[in-house]
């Protein structure tokens, strides 16, 4: 849609209530909008309207800014809480690419019902004209399971993708490029409709330890933080290099000892901290980016993790930082023209909002934004697009990368109920 020419006024009003329990049970079963952002049983859900704004192209982030400066200008703000996520809150996501017809949006929930730290809110947001009302919070009935009738492959076979992979091999050890993140798509059917409902309590419960989103469509718990700003620091938490667990802790302790040495996980890694160290320096008036990575343990994979931390020398807001952030060479390689170019050309489809960002801000600019990783895109109410990616580099393996794909794919797959 086109950017509004005056933004709406708003009422929002946040009070603090006893704790409620598990926040996904508390989205109605015909919330319009759904909502979510949690980790570890913290974060906030929500449902409802109270405005949003789609943008396209390049200026989908500055468009998207624009709005939400406006936006906040003309609300009205009680707030009784004083946490992230508190008060005056967007959610968003942003398409992959600027050819996308995906896009972005932000989105103002009517409702957010908030915990972090031990303290419970909930947040109302309302036109001047319709003054918000207090909701009853109930937990609803428990979600019924979708029933997959159907997984196909997406825009390429397996065959195909593989062979692509192989193409990027090549190109990489021409000297084109250093690294490139190639995805793919599954889809899959169900005889009956998704409820987002059941994909969030499945993957909050399943993979606590990571960031539980929901947000237009695009439902998935992503291990990656883009970046988080809050009182002028901005943290981000940089993913690069990965090997499929087997279930047997004492093999898993012996392979995340392979992975930290290896050498083609090490300089895939090397190269998206540097992507996300670089583009974070211009803003920041220090910066701590540790020589090594650690080996952060996921349920069904384990990946190089590095945390990368800076001071901000100027005010400039989660979301421009996100913008400035994407893509890094965690889900687009290096040098980043030529990685996209190569991803456009081998890939044959369209990313959507898949490693794109996905998160929220508030009135401050503070907020948290993942990369939406380990997640899927609901086309309609009964079908759903999965997706996945890896780190290809001059010593990739594309059948060792396939196997990689199909690990990444298992969170959203188990969610759905359709196995491994």
């Given at each position: 849609?086109?950017?509004?020419?005056t933004?709406p006024a708003?009422?929002?009003r946040?009070?603090r209530i006893?704790?409620?329990g598990?926040?996904?049970s508390?989205i109605?079963?015909d919330?319009?909008?759904p909502?979510s952002w949690?980790r570890?049983g913290d974060?906030f859900v929500g449902w409802g309207?109270?405005?949003a704004?789609q943008?396209?192209?390049t200026?989908r982030?500055a468009?998207?800014?624009?709005?939400w400066r406006?936006?906040?200008?003309q609300?009205?703000?009680r707030?009784?809480?004083d946490?992230?996520?508190?008060?005056?809150?967007a959610?968003g996501?942003?398409a992959?690419?600027?050819?996308s017809?995906?896009?972005?949006v932000?989105h103002?929930?009517?409702i957010?019902?908030?915990?972090?730290?031990?303290?419970?809110?909930?947040t109302t947001t309302s036109?001047?004209a319709?003054l918000?009302?207090?909701?009853?919070l109930q937990?609803?009935e428990?979600?019924?399971?979708?029933?997959?009738s159907e997984v196909t492959h997406g825009?390429?076979?397996?065959?195909?993708?593989t062979?692509?992979?192989?193409?990027a091999?090549?190109?990489?050890?021409s000297?084109?490029l250093?690294?490139v993140?190639?995805a793919?798509?599954?889809v899959i059917?169900?005889?009956t409709d998704?409820?987002?409902r059941y994909?969030l309590?499945?993957l909050?419960d399943s993979?606590?330890?990571t960031w539980?989103?929901?947000v237009?469509?695009l439902?998935g718990?992503?291990?990656e933080?883009?970046l988080?700003?809050?009182?002028g620091?901005?943290?981000?938490?940089v993913?690069?290099?990965?090997?499929?667990?087997t279930g047997?802790?004492?093999?898993?302790?012996?392979?995340a000892a392979?992975l930290?040495?290896s050498s083609?996980?090490l300089e895939e890694?090397?190269y998206a901290?540097r992507s996300v160290?670089?583009?974070?320096?211009?803003?920041?008036?220090?910066?701590?980016?540790?020589e090594?990575p650690?080996?952060?343990?996921l349920?069904?994979?384990?990946?190089?993790?590095?945390?990368?931390a800076?001071?901000?020398?100027?005010?400039?807001s989660?979301?421009?930082?996100?913008?400035?952030?994407?893509p890094?060479?965690a889900v687009?390689g290096?040098?980043?023209l030529?990685?996209?170019?190569?991803?456009?050309e081998?890939?044959?489809?369209?990313?959507?909002r898949?490693?794109g960002p996905v998160?929220?801000?508030?009135?401050?600019?503070d907020?948290e934004?993942?990369i939406?990783?380990?997640?899927?895109?609901?086309?309609t109410?009964?079908q759903?697009?999965?997706f996945?990616?890896?780190g290809i580099?001059?010593?990739?393996e594309?059948?060792?990368?396939?196997?990689e794909?199909d690990?990444?794919?298992?969170p959203?797959?188990?969610?759905?109920?359709?196995g491994?």
């Amino acid at each position: 849609m086109p950017l509004p020419q005056t933004e709406p006024a708003l009422v929002v009003r946040s009070m603090r209530i006893p704790d409620p329990g598990d926040l996904v049970s508390l989205i109605p079963a015909d919330a319009e909008a759904p909502v979510s952002w949690l980790r570890e049983g913290d974060g906030f859900v929500g449902w409802g309207t109270a405005t949003a704004i789609q943008t396209q192209g390049t200026a989908r982030f500055a468009d998207a800014e624009q709005w939400w400066r406006g936006i906040v200008r003309q609300s009205v703000v009680r707030a009784e809480v004083d946490l992230p996520g508190a008060g005056l809150i967007a959610v968003g996501s942003f398409a992959f690419a600027a050819a996308s017809d995906a896009g972005g949006v932000l989105h103002v929930p009517a409702i957010v019902i908030g915990r972090r730290n031990g303290v419970a809110w909930v947040t109302t947001t309302s036109t001047a004209a319709e003054l918000p009302s207090t909701p009853k919070l109930q937990s609803g009935e428990i979600p019924q399971a979708p029933k997959v009738s159907e997984v196909t492959h997406g825009s390429l076979t397996d065959a195909e993708w593989t062979a692509a992979v192989g193409a990027a091999v090549g190109r990489i050890q021409s000297g084109a490029l250093d690294k490139v993140v190639m995805a793919r798509d599954v889809v899959i059917r169900s005889e009956t409709d998704i409820d987002p409902r059941y994909l969030l309590r499945n993957l909050s419960d399943s993979y606590p330890n990571t960031w539980t989103y929901s947000v237009d469509g695009l439902i998935g718990a992503t291990p990656e933080m883009l970046l988080r700003r809050q009182k002028g620091l901005v943290t981000s938490r940089v993913l690069a290099g990965t090997i499929r667990r087997t279930g047997d802790d004492e093999h898993d302790l012996a392979l995340a000892a392979s992975l930290a040495r290896s050498s083609k996980d090490l300089e895939e890694h090397e190269y998206a901290v540097r992507s996300v160290a670089d583009a974070m320096s211009p803003h920041c008036s220090s910066m701590n980016v540790p020589e090594s990575p650690f080996v952060l343990h996921l349920p069904n994979v384990m990946h190089l993790a590095t945390d990368v931390a800076g001071v901000l020398h100027e005010d400039v807001s989660s979301l421009t930082l996100a913008a400035s952030l994407h893509p890094s060479a965690a889900v687009c390689g290096t040098p980043t023209l030529a990685a996209r170019d190569l991803i456009a050309e081998l890939e044959q489809m369209d990313r959507g909002r898949y490693a794109g960002p996905v998160g929220w801000l508030d009135a401050a600019g503070d907020g948290e934004w993942g990369i939406a990783l380990r997640c899927g895109e609901l086309e309609t109410p009964s079908q759903m697009r999965l997706f996945a990616g890896c780190g290809i580099v001059a010593g990739s393996e594309p059948e060792s990368e396939l196997g990689e794909s199909d690990a990444k794919l298992v969170p959203m797959r188990q969610a759905l109920g359709c196995g491994a």
